[in-house]
């Protein structure tokens, strides 16, 4: 029982509710029964009586035997009183000496022409409805003897507890299948709980690839959709953490082979040439600046982690932020051969946000676009909707598989992993990217067709306090 407490506490609940249920409703149904042949019984002894009162009525010695007898096949006994309340005579099996019932005040109400009805237990623990009646003289004149009938309740008490013994029976049967069928059902609910812990550990000790297998589409249902996809978070998480640890210590590792074989080189004066010399300083130059880049990147990542990071907001110009980031990269797309277009609206509203970070995010998207398309152009839009400005970077590139465009965000997934090393990337730049355009409000979209192109849009909410330009 310990294993399944879930089952243990509901079948526990359930099984109070059902019995209280139970003992009310068989008590109910018992005191149902109890009542319905007391007053069966009491009704049946009433008109008994004024049926003996009535035959009776002429006192006769034959009338008397008569009723003797007939009292007899009616399975009462009857006595016949005076009105000092001494027995004049009975039938049945009536003690004469145990004469208890006939009370002194019944016996004035009776010869006071009332009727009396009682219940009395005689020595031997036996119960009788009692019921009592004057005989009236044919004169009328004076009442000389009354009547009493006496009822064994024997039979009915045996009857009742027939009854009760069945309700005991059909509550004890009841309450064994509730017994069961609530152990069945305890059993249904806490499978799949059990098997919830048993995953959920496994997981926490590193076993990434246990996944649950339970279809119901309740909530225990979903609840286990949700530790499978944790399990699966978690497992590209780690997959892409290791790939970062692998690629990281590479990519650290190819400057600072190229940094120390250059500038041995250069030390040493093993060259031959000016010419020479300028083309190893400047490989040495080249690979301190993606040195740098890559612990850049890093940095603005731990902070991003321990959210560290703080963001000078303002007005901003987006006109200016995007003409200074196409500034910036137009170098590198003319070096490329990629004709780099703007396409800037005339009134832009001013947005509330941190300028330097915004134009990081442009330039990053820029550098993309650069980085993965050969050929072609790349067009910037800066555009107002009613509700939102967006800036939109096309290019003409190599595009993203549509299955890989929801985790390109994500840190250090690169599309291909030859891909971005052959370009120097380290799949960081996007997920920066992103985190700092949320914090200050934006959001980022993507949309791409392998071989013809991508397109990136950055959006900001429309302030109603944004001035015109
Ligand atoms: N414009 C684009 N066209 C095609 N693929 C892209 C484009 N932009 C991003 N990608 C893909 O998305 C991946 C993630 O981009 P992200 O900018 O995060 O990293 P990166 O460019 O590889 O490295 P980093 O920017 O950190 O130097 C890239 O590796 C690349 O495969
Ligand atoms: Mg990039």
Redesign the pocket.
Known sequence: MRRNRIGFKLGLVILSVFVLVLTSLGLAIDRMFTNFYNTEKRTEVDELTTHFTMMAESPNISTDRMLLKFADFSNVSIVYIDEKGNIQAHSGEIDPSDTSFIRSGDVKTLFTGNAVSLEYTNKDGERYFVAARPIPTESEQEITSSLYVLSSTKHMDSSISAVRKLLVLSGVGAFLLALGIIWIIAQILSRPLLQMRDVTRKIAVGDLDARLSINSNDEIGSLAEAINNLAEDLQRYRDTRQEFFANISHELRTPITYLEGYSKVVKDRLYDTDEERDQYLDIIHQESLRLQ?LVN?LFELAKMEEGKISLSSEWIDLTEITDNAVRKIQLKANDKGLQLNTHISRSIPLIYGDGLRTEQVLI??L???V???EKGEINVYLQEEPTYVYIA?E?T????PEDELPL??ERF????KS??RL???????????KRLLELQGGEMLVT?TIGI??R?EIRFMRDEQGEHT
């Open positions: 880049h990147d990053n998207l550098e993309n676009a980085r993965y398309t970077v290019d590139g190599i595009g993203i390109i965000f997934y690169r599309v291909e891909r971005s370009h120097g990337g380290t799949g960081l730049g996007l997920s920066i990217a791409s192109g991508t990136f």
